[in-house]
């Protein structure tokens, strides 16, 4: 069936009102849990032969934070969807005001390469859970992956609710034209614009899950052993393909030698070789290259080594003195880590406003006024104080970018806002209302009005 088809399908269905129920969402929900459950090996064997990704990192970063969400809207659903009353302010009385939470209707997911799973799945529970229907489109780079939600899904699921369609721009360009209610794109800034673009022509709102280069920062004041660890396990998780990896390192001078020191060690001791089972590899040879070309053997601290046949990079950093250098001018998405160094931390916060709005910051301190400068003078999605990536597993956090890093937010809550209109409804009685602000307008009317107003 082709994708038009199931477009057309998917809005008949939604008009007939059958998203709606609060127990129909919530059977869906566990429909997909099921299925995840039984068919928990196959997904990893995907991820293995896509990216090489270990059954614990695939478990860690992908399927429990599907599971989770499956368990937060399970529990939260009734309460969240239930219409809130608000007060009503003197000039309405005598009525009673709500918001209902609609869902938009039809939604198209557009997911990318790099964690296939939670970034198809999580935005797909969220807007089954706001009660809306669903066309996923995940990335064809990951083809194994991909194939396998498709199966998995269009087996389990009536494709008028919940449908996987495969394909590359060719494909995903035709489905943009179609009119949906709500698109949620995960993807790079420069793909995210041309989604945006799209939706322009319908006014279809967005929510837009992009990248960027997203610092961290060592200062004198920091635990160097844990910014250390810490630094090289966020970096080097999924061999650098992680949209909030911190892409690279600004670190105090004085503390340089020894942070470094601690970086070699814990590269070392965690052991990201090739064919090392928890160290996956890159997802293609077309990344492989462009990577390998971010890499200025010149400027090589450690690392530097590759393998093609393997698709392998090993952990590299690199020491480097300003932005010139090729791998400062565009998001890495790799193995590859440039350190740069800095004597007031104004200096590096103003070099971070220089550029686009990062996805994720993190800031490496002991210190308290550090931590809140951090915080109040540099934009960011999100970030971590003395600790990297760890804020995407906070359920009660919002997720997302700003500016050029993307538009909006989800998990939990903000990914049932995202995927809901919030309708306002005021209900008036029919009696007690003042006879103010129906014409003549007399001057004793202009005087309550003014006084209430
Ligand atoms: P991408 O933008 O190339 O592709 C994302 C999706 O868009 C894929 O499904 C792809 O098929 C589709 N696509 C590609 N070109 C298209 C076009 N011209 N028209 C329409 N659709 C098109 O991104 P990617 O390479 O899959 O992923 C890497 C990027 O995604 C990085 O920038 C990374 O930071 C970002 N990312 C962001 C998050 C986040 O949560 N914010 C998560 C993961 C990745």
Not at 43 to 71: H, P, R
Request: aromatic share 12%; net charge neutral.
């Amino acid at each position: 069936m082709d994708f038009k088809q199931i477009w057309q399908q998917q809005k008949e269905y939604f008009r007939t009102g059958g998203t709606k129920d609060i127990a129909f969402r919530k059977e869906q929900l566990k429909k997909l849990a099921e299925v995840i459950e039984s068919n928990e090996s196959r997904l990893y064997d995907a991820v293995q032969k896509d990216l090489g990704k270990s059954e614990f990192e695939a478990y860690a970063t992908e399927l429990s934070f599907v599971k989770n969400e499956i368990k937060y809207f399970l529990k939260n659903l009734s309460v969240l969807a239930r219409p809130q009353e608000v007060s009503t302010n003197i000039v309405n009385q005598i009525a009673s005001s709500k918001i209902y939470y609609e869902p938009y209707g039809n939604t198209l997911i557009i997911s990318p390469w790099n964690y296939p799973y939670q970034l198809s799945f999580v935005p797909a529970i969220t807007a089954l859970a706001a009660g809306n229907t669903v066309i996923l489109k995940p990335s064809e780079v990951a083809a194994h992956t991909a194939e396998l939600m498709e199966e998995l899904i269009n087996k389990s699921f009536p494709s008028e609710l919940f449908h996987v369609v495969q394909g590359g721009v060719q494909e995903t360009t035709a489905l943009l034209d179609l009119r949906f209610d709500k698109i949620f794109f995960t993807g790079s800034p420069a793909v995210g614009r041309i989604v945006y673009q799209s939706a322009a022509r319908h006014l279809t709102p967005v929510t837009l899950e992009l990248g960027g280069k997203s610092p961290a920062i060592v200062t004198e004041s920091a635990n160097l052993g844990v910014a250390a660890r810490r630094i090289v396990w966020g970096k080097f998780l999924n061999a650098g393909q992680s949209c909030i990896a911190p892409d690279y390192v600004y670190v105090h001078e004085d503390v340089k030698d020894n942070f470094l020191k601690h970086l070699k060690n814990y590269i070392e001791k965690y052991k990201y070789e090739s064919g090392a089972d928890h160290y996956s590899r890159i997802i293609n040879l077309k990344n492989f290259n462009r990577v390998k070309s971010l890499i200025n053997p010149e400027k090589v601290w450690y690392g530097g080594n590759s393998d093609e046949s393997e698709l392998f990079i090993e952990p590299t950093v690199m020491l480097i003195d300003n932005w010139d250098e090729k791998v400062m001018q565009e998001e890495i998405f790799g193995p590859v880590l440039p350190i740069l160094t800095f004597r007031n931390l104004d200096d590096v916060f103003e070099i971070i406003k220089d550029y686009e709005k990062p996805l994720s910051a993190y800031l490496f301190t002991m210190d308290t006024k550090e931590k809140e400068r951090f915080t109040k003078e540099i934009s960011f999605g999100g970030g971590c104080i003395n600790d990297t990536v760890m804020h995407i597993s906070n359920p009660n956090l919002p997720f997302g970018g700003v500016g050029n890093s993307g538009i909006g937010s989800y998990h939990g809550r903000y990914g049932f806002l995202a995927f809901s209109h919030q309708k306002a409804v005021m209900d008036k009685t029919t009696w007690g209302e003042p006879n103010l602000k129906y014409p003549p307008y007399t001057d004793s009317k202009k005087k309550w009005t003014r006084r209430i107003m």
